[in-house]
C-alpha cells in the first residue's frame, strides 16, 4: 500500500441499492433475491491506486474477504469519456463465487471508482460430494423438458458454425461455484453448488440452475430469457406492441408469456427455389431477429429485405394467441401450450404461407402479393394447425380439403373482426395483395371466381386442379359463415331464394369451434359438417331459437339442405281446442285467434314471436308462452316470457280461406306484387319477421296491387274479411 496515500485518503462510500426480483420459478424462491451493490468513489486528489491497490484495499475492509481473491473476467473495455472498465470475479479458495463481482473503472492507470458487489464472510467446505453427471441429473429431473438442444445434431452444428468453434456444445458443461441464497431476512448463506445452463428445445426454455453439491437438492433457478414488452412498426397494422425476450445478445422475436412461447425467426433465404416452390428450407439454420432497445422503429426494419413483415407476423401471432384463449380457453394451437415457431423469408420471391404440422412459414411475396405476415394469414395457418390437433393426420383433398381451408378462412375473419373490426374482415389476403387483387371474399366469392354454391358456378371437381379446388371449393363454407354472421337474402346457383337472419360473428364462430374440436373427423365433407353444425346448434339452442333458423336457412342458402319451412316458420293456431294438452311451436311466429278451454297444459313455443289475435280466448287453462332462448337455455330449455296468459274477448267466427281463393303475384317480388281475389272488404296486413305490422289497408274488394317500400326479406300478409283469415309467407327479393 502506498503510505502516502493511505486509507485516510479515501474519502466518499456510496452505497447504490439496487434490488433484482428475479423470476420465480416454482417454489423454491423466496422473494428476497435483493443484491447491494455499491459504487466506491476516490479522491484522485488524494488517493492514487493502481488496480492493484485498490484490490489489496477491498480486500483489507473489515477482514470480511478471508481467502478472496479476484480474477481478471474480461478484457478492459474503453468508453468514449477515456475510462477503462475491468471486470474481476471473486473466488472464496479459487472457486468462483457467484455474482461476486468488482469493476474497476480507471483513467491513466489511475482507478477512480469501483463497482462492487462482494460476497462477504464467506467460510464452506468447499469439496462436493456428488459428482458434477449426478448433479446433472437432477438439475434435469427438475427441468423436465421432453427435448433439449444439444439432442438435436443440427442444432449442435448451427452453434459451431455461429460461434466458430468446433467444440461449442448447448450441452450444459456445469462448473462448481459457491452461490449465496439470502433467507427471508435477506442474510447471505452460502452453498457449495453446481451450476448448469440448461436450453431445452422443447418447450423452449433457457433456465440455469444450482444443484447443491452436498446433497443433490435445487438450490435455485432462473429463466435466462427474461420478457419485456416491446413497441415496433409492423409492416400492415401500423405500431403495435408486443413481447420479447431480453437474451445476452439483445431483444428477441421471442415470447414467453404465451404458452410455451412464440418465436419469430428469419431463414434468410436459405431455401432452394424450385419454380414456385421452395425446398430444402434449412430450419435449423434460421436466426433470431435481434434488436438493441426493443423499439422496432421502421427506420430499422422497414427495408427492401421487408424486415417489418417479422415484426408484424410475431405480433399477428400472438393476437391469433389470444383470440383463442380469450374466446375458448384454447392454450396455443394443441390446447397443450405448444411453442409456435413461425419462420420468414424461406425463399427469395416466394408467393406462399404455410403450416407443415409443426410450423408456420411465410413468403415475402413477389408480384402478386407483398409478404405474407398479415394476420389472415397468420390466422388461417393457426386455423391448419387447430384443425390438425384436433382430428389427427389427415388427406386434404376433395371436399375434405375445401372444409378444412374453409375453416381456415372463417378463423381468419374471426381474428381480424378480433384485432381490427373495422377492416373488411371477409376478404382473406386483402392486405397483401398488390394490384387490389384478393385470394378470397367470403361475402362474395363470384367476384374472384369462386363458388357461393355446393357444386355450383366455379366449383372445381379435378384431382389435378388443386387437389380438388380445396382453395377454391372452400369459398361454400366461408360464405356460409359469412350470412350466418351478417344475414343476408338472394337466389343461389340452385334458383332458390333465401333469407337468413345474422347471428352475428362471436355466436357463429362458437359453433364452428365446437364442431372442429367436438364432432369433426378426418374425410369431413359439406355434407357431414353441416350435420355437425346443426348437433352443435342442437346442443347449444332450442330448436325454435333463431340461431338454429338461422344455420339451416344458410346451409340452404350454400346449396345444402332446404330451409325451415313457411310451415316450421309460422304457426296459426285458429281451431277451437277444448281438453287438449298440446304444443305450438315455430321458429318465426305462433298466433292464435282460437277458443281454448279445459286445457292442462299448453305450451306456445317460438323462436321470436307470439302473437294472441283478436279472437283468442282461453279459459281455465294453464298456458305457457315462451320465446326460444339463443345461448342461455334455462334448465328447461326455453326462455319463458310469460307464465300464464288468459283473455275474455268473445270468439269470432273465423275460418281459413283456402289457397284457391286468393293468389298472391308475383311472389317473390321486388316490393310490387297483386293479390288476386274474388272475395269483397277484406283487410290487409304486412308483418315483417319481428312480428312488426309494416302495412295494413282496410275495406279492399277483388284485386288490388300493393307497392311496398321495404327491405329484402320474408314477411307475412294476412288477408281478413268478416268470416274468414288467409296468411301467406311474402317474400321480398332485391
Ligand atoms: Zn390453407
Redesign the pocket.
Known sequence: MNKKNGVLGFVALLLFHQLIFAQSIGNILSSNQANNTSLIRFDNKTTVFSEQQAIAYLKSLSGSYKRTSFENMEPATMDQYGIYHKKYQQQYKNIPVENGVIILHSKNSIVNSVTCNLKKNININIYPSISKAEALTFALDYVGSSEYMWEDQAEEQLLKKIKKDLSASYFPEGKLCIYDKKNKYNLSKYYLSYKFDIYSKNPTQRQVIYVNAMDGSIIYCYDKFTDASAVGETRYSGTKTFETLHSLEGYLLRDNTRGNGIITKNLNFLGEEFGAYCTNIPYASAVDYVDDDNNWSAQEYDNFLKDNAAIEAHWATQVTYDYFNENFNRNSFDNQSAPIWVYLNPCENYENA??DGIRITIGGGYLIHDNFACVDVIA??LG?AITGAEIGDHDVIYEPGAV??GI?DIWASCVEHYVNPNRNIWQIMDQISLNSYCERDLQNPKQKGMPDTYMGQYWINELSNDNGGI?TNCTVLGHWFYLLSEGGTGVNDNGDFYHVEGIGIEEASKIIYSTVTNYMTPNTGFEAFKQFTMQVANNMYCEYCVAYTSILNAWHAVGLGEPVSYYESYLMVDQNLSNIENIFAASNIVEANSHIYNGSGIDFVSGKNIIFSPGFHAEDCFLKASICACGEIDNTGYKSIQESYSETEDIQNVSPLKEKDVAIFPNPSRGTFSIQTPIEQYSVKIINSRGQEIYSNNDNNQNITIELNTEPGIYFIKITNANSQYIKKLIISK
Do not use: I, Q, T, Y
Request: hydrophobic share 20%.
Open positions: 404455410f403450416w388461417h395457418e391448419h378444412e381451408e381456415s382453395h
